[in-house]
């Protein structure tokens, strides 16, 4: 079973920094990408950052220039920095793995901007 965990998350004041990261477990045959997602109150959950298994990134447009995904060298650890942060970023986010035909789901770290 594919387990994947996150941290890194917390309290941080606007113009602040935080670095996330997410560990895979399990089986995981053909990853095709992995991904840091996003769900505040009230909304959808967004595709924030993704990178696929040969290397490409792809940002959605309010965070170019401020996040940064990454992935460890083992290629099932992924990361996010999060850089200038500002209160709209707040909310939950979560990291996915698509890999082996199937999609899997974090259970989320909580991130909030606020002074």
């Known amino acids: 079973q594919v387990q994947l965990v996150e941290s890194g998350g917390g309290l941080v004041q606007p113009g602040g920094s935080l670095r996330l990261s997410c560990a895979a477990s399990?089986?995981?045959?053909?990853?095709?990408?992995m991904g840091w997602y996003r769900q505040a109150p009230g909304k959808q959950r967004e595709l924030v950052a993704m990178?696929?298994?040969?290397?490409?990134?792809n940002y959605v447009d309010s965070v170019k220039g401020r996040f940064t995904i990454s992935r460890g060298a083992a290629k099932n650890t992924v990361y996010l920095q999060m850089n200038s942060l500002k209160p709209e970023d707040t909310a939950v986010y979560y990291c996915?793995?698509?890999?082996?035909?199937?999609?899997?789901w974090g259970r989320g770290t909580q991130v909030t901007v606020s002074s």
């Open positions: 996915g793995l698509a890999g082996g035909g199937s999609y899997y």
């Open positions: 399990g089986t995981i045959f053909s990853i095709s990408f």
């Open positions: 990178i696929t298994y040969s290397g490409t990134t």
